[in-house]
């Protein structure tokens, strides 16, 4: 079944303690992209990766580190979090970058930092 | 003020009526329109993708850009309860360089009583 896969689904840490939210996508997408969902902020990104080694900076980056060493996957790193940095994330992946390209999102990882 | 304005809901309804959705956006560069379902503890997913101005339609539901007004809405005829769920609208501009810039709206919560 094709599908953008995270893990964990929940996570509970505490402020400073490194974490890493994995994302694995099986159909062979170039584009990546990691979001946080905020009530009443929507979906913001948070950084984007258009193929292997090469990523950037979306909406809201601060915070956060990504890297892309093999195309299916786009792991999320939190070096030091901070409660601010409570939210649901989503990794999503696409064929290409083109705006026509349908985003497939992952199932969402809620994180809680205390 | 923000790129773009959807209001949040909740909106409720009961099974069987005609729902409207809209967003309004800022941004005349916008091109490309979409709508995404959010079920509850799931991931977005891509329900109607629009190009410019007009209407489209997919069974029950039917999209519309209304471009001078900076207006999008979605219609969902005989709703059900399966309808249930956050209504995301996304737009974006024609890519310059470098990955979509997709925009989202903050989502409408929709409930479809049986």
């Known amino acids: 079944e094709a599908q953008v896969t995270q893990n964990p689904r929940y996570l509970i840490t505490v402020t400073g303690k490194k974490l890493t939210v994995t994302c694995s996508q099986n159909?062979?997408?170039?584009?990546m992209s990691w979001y946080r969902q905020d009530p009443g902020l929507g979906l913001r990104q948070i950084y984007y990766?258009?193929?292997?080694?090469?990523?950037d900076k979306g909406d809201v980056p601060e915070g956060y580190k990504v890297s892309r060493k093999e195309k299916r996957n786009f792991p999320l790193i939190l070096e030091s979090p901070s409660p601010n940095q409570t939210s649901l994330y989503f990794c999503?992946?696409?064929?290409?970058?083109?705006?026509?390209?349908?985003?497939?999102f992952g199932n969402g990882t809620r994180l809680t930092v205390t | 003020q923000k790129e773009v304005e959807q209001d949040p809901g909740p909106l409720s309804v009961p099974e069987g009526a005609i729902v409207s959705l809209n967003c309004t956006y800022s941004?005349?560069?916008?091109?490309?329109f979409m709508w995404y379902r959010q079920y509850s503890r799931k991931g977005p997913e891509l329900l109607m993708y629009t190009y410019s101005s007009g209407n489209k339609e997919d069974g029950r539901f039917t999209a519309q850009v209304d471009k001078s007004s900076k207006y999008i809405s979605l219609f969902i005829r005989d709703s059900q309860p399966s309808d249930s769920a956050t209504y995301l609208c996304a737009m974006s501009a024609t890519i310059i360089q470098g990955a979509q810039k997709l925009v989202f709206g903050q989502g409408t919560r929709l409930t479809i009583n049986p």
């Open positions: 990766s258009m193929n292997v080694e090469v990523t």
């Open positions: 999503a992946s696409s064929t290409h970058r083109g705006a026509n390209s349908p985003l497939h």
């Open positions: 941004n005349s560069a916008f091109q490309y």
């Open positions: 159909m062979n997408h170039e584009y």
